[in-house]
T-cell receptor, first 120, second 107 residues
């Protein structure tokens, strides 16, 4: 079964750090571009970051640029999001999402999400 | 950045109704548009990619059309399982952007 499972969310104080992980299974992870997307409580979807299959291309939303870092370990079938200098407005469910298997594509597989709460 | 808008923001409809949702981009995105369905507490699910291509396993009552800056998602005959929130997303250029969503609820 093709699957993405996020972990690493939790409660963190403003200014704190958190590292999210996304474990992939059921497909050849090393050949797919990957993304992080977040959704604040009761709000819409916000794309956060993209990483190409080889890690050669990285992109970020302006709202997280300079604070978040996306990375992957193809040997471990894992995607990561290092989040530093967290703010209250970063509170959201964070999803990892797979890009379709050709070029830059729509997001065809999503994880169930992990909740990040930034509060004192 | 490319801004995405959707209309309406909320749509009340009955089972069997034909439903149309519009998505507009602030500049041309060619056909690089996807539609997602999301139910409460669940991740989004892709319905349509590249403006008009039906994702595998998605019922044929869903269809997409458009190019450039204006796109539509049509549900030909609304079913009980279709009550959800629908989002469009452009992936023509970074940063990718989503529309604000259209909630389809029961009339």
């Amino acid at each position: 079964e093709v699957q993405l499972v996020e972990s690493g969310g939790g409660l963190v104080q403003p200014g704190g750090t958190l590292r999210l992980s996304c474990a992939a299974s059921g497909f050849n992870f090393s050949t797919y571009n990957m993304n992080w997307v977040r959704q604040a409580p009761g709000k819409g979807l916000e794309w956060v970051s993209f990483i190409s299959f080889s890690s050669s291309s990285l992109y970020y939303a302006d709202s997280v640029k300079g604070r978040f870092t996306i990375s992957r370990d193809n040997a471990k079938n894992s995607l990561y999001l290092q989040m530093n200098s967290l703010r209250a407005e970063d509170t959201a469910v964070y999803y990892c999402a797979r890009g379709q298997p050709w070029g830059i594509g729509a997001f065809d597989i999503w994880g169930q999400g992990t909740m990040v709460t930034v509060s004192s | 950045d490319i801004q995405m808008t959707q209309s309406p923001s909320t749509l009340s409809a009955s089972v069997g109704d034909r439903v149309t949702i519009t998505c507009r981009a602030s500049q041309s995105i060619s056909g690089w548009l996807a539609w997602y369905q999301q139910k409460p507490g669940k991740p989004p699910k892709v319905l349509i990619y590249k403006a008009s291509n039906l994702e595998s396993g998605v019922p044929s009552r869903f269809s997409g059309s458009g190019s450039g800056t204006e796109f539509t998602l049509t549900i030909s005959s609304l079913q009980p399982d279709d009550f959800a929130t629908y989002y469009c997303q452009q992936y023509n250029s970074f940063p990718f952007t989503f529309g604000p969503g259209t909630k389809v609820d029961i009339k």
